[in-house]
């Protein structure tokens, strides 16, 4: 009797059977599909109403349960189960054998095809394994639809898999790997960053562990898991969540402009961030910051973008200034309206977004920033961006109006103080001072009924 596998979530719904299963109980997969696993299978001991769905898996190593088929009848299978942790929920990858057979090696089956396709298909892993004895580094189909690759150009060796993941990320996996095989750890745990054909990021978080004959590694088996979305919702919590403490701390866009940069930069690993004001009465944008990653990196880029202006509607923050909305250029060097195109070759700066700081429909400036690498748009992130575009806007006018009293505060010949309502002058002045003959420490310290 060949294998069987069932793949079930963790509400004990159906999410995918082999064909062999589907054949051996009477149906079609795809009519089991999201069905309660009960109506498949009998578990070897009644469930209480309470109790997980799953519950039972946890009764034994290897027990004999009964498949239901279609007609009513049972049939004896053995169970070895083997969980998968997928990005959105767990489930769980049932193998199901003859109990004539001797007990299957629990770890055996990740090598199996049909596994391969089931977790890969319906659980949204992909399954990979290495063989040390010939340097063979296979993963399932999914991961190559993930990156683009057919199945022709998928790589076949260590060395073809490394030239896919982020050079930093793979060094520390490496080194990982290498605490796996001496038996520091008892598997891998890693998030790494792995590249599309097209230039863009895919986030995976690769688990696994080794198998040994004595001392010496045989192969390593484990699961690679899409978190790209979850790295999404993360980063722009992070950058949000940083920008509006740099709001928070500082008196004036000036001093905020430089931090709001590096926030975001570093929040998204961009290399380059620029801010530029509305100049008044000029009808031109005029650069008042820049940061940069690296010291080093994109100087002649800099230098340009401060040197120069743009009109509404011209380059990257003309255009962002004309519609009141986020710009993103994948590749800003191949951009029609894009006047630095020269500079940003000469530098590797591809990849480019601006959005405006804005008051309803007023742009009060736009802050734009710059990737060595080609970026499809993002839509969350522009979503985003316009948010950040406002908060800044509304920041930039709070400030100023507080300028304007503050200014009022000082120059007014008028007596005029701020007090709290335990009896303390919080502010005073100059006139206030001048005309009660008190420093305004004096003034503070105590209270004014005394």
């Not at 007609?71 to 189960?81: A, F, M, S």
């Not at 990156?147 to 790589?155: C, R």
């Not at 001093?255 to 929040?267: F, T, Y």
Request: proline share 7%; with cysteine; hydrophobic share 40%.
């Amino acid at each position: 009797m060949p294998d069987h596998f069932v793949i079930i979530n963790d509400a004990g719904a159906i999410e995918g059977l082999s064909a062999s299963m589907g054949e051996l109980l009477g149906y079609a997969p795809e009519e089991l599909h999201g069905k309660p696993h009960c109506l498949i299978l009998e578990t070897p001991t009644p469930l209480s109403p309470l109790a997980s769905p799953l519950a039972w898996l946890s009764g034994g190593a290897h027990p004999i349960l009964h498949a239901i088929t279609r007609d009513g009848k049972r049939i004896p299978l053995r169970l070895t189960q083997h969980p998968v942790e997928g990005h959105q929920r767990g489930h769980q990858v049932l193998r199901l054998s003859s109990p004539d057979e001797p007990v299957p090696d629990d770890d055996a089956a990740f090598c199996h095809r049909e596994l391969y396709e089931l977790a890969t298909n319906h659980g949204g892993v992909s399954v990979w394994t290495i063989d040390y004895r010939t340097n063979h580094f296979e993963f399932s189909p999914v991961i190559g639809r993930a990156l683009g690759l057919s199945d022709a150009e998928m790589p076949t060796t260590i060395e073809g898999w490394k030239a896919r993941f982020h050079p930093d990320d793979w060094s520390a996996m490496e080194r990982e790997i290498i605490r796996l095989l001496r038996k520091e750890i008892p598997e891998i745990n890693v998030e790494c960053r792995m590249r599309t054909v097209d230039g863009e990021t895919l986030w995976t978080l690769v688990r696994g562990k080794a198998f040994f004959a004595g001392d010496e590694p045989i192969r390593a088996v484990g699961t690679s898991i899409d978190i790209t979305e979850r790295k999404r919702v993360e980063r722009n919590a992070t950058v949000e969540h940083a920008v509006t403490r740099v709001l928070a701390a500082s008196p004036s866009l000036a001093e905020a402009s430089e931090l709001i940069l590096q926030a975001i930069c570093d929040s998204l690993g961009w290399e380059l961030g620029a801010l530029w004001r509305v100049e008044p009465g000029a009808e031109e944008l005029r650069c008042v910051q820049t940061w940069r990653r690296r010291p080093a990196s994109c100087q002649a880029f800099e230098e340009e973008t401060r040197r120069r202006g743009f009109a509404k509607g011209e380059g990257l923050p003309g255009r962002a200034w004309a519609t009141c909305r986020p710009v993103w250029v994948p590749d800003a060097v191949h951009d029609d309206n894009f006047p630095r195109a020269s500079v940003a070759a000469q530098v590797g700066l591809h990849a480019a977004l601006a959005f405006p700081i804005h008051l309803q429909n007023n742009v009060l400036g736009v802050i734009e920033f710059f990737s060595p690498e080609i970026k499809k748009p993002d839509p969350d992130l522009l979503h985003m961006m316009s948010a950040i575009g406002s908060q800044v806007g509304q920041f930039m006018v709070r400030r100023k109006a507080e300028e304007e009293r503050d200014l009022l505060f000082t120059l007014s010949l008028d007596l005029l103080c701020i007090a709290d309502l335990n009896g303390y002058f919080q502010r005073v002045n100059p006139a206030f001072t001048k005309t009660l003959g008190f420093s305004s420490e004096e003034l503070l310290s105590k209270p004014f009924l005394d």
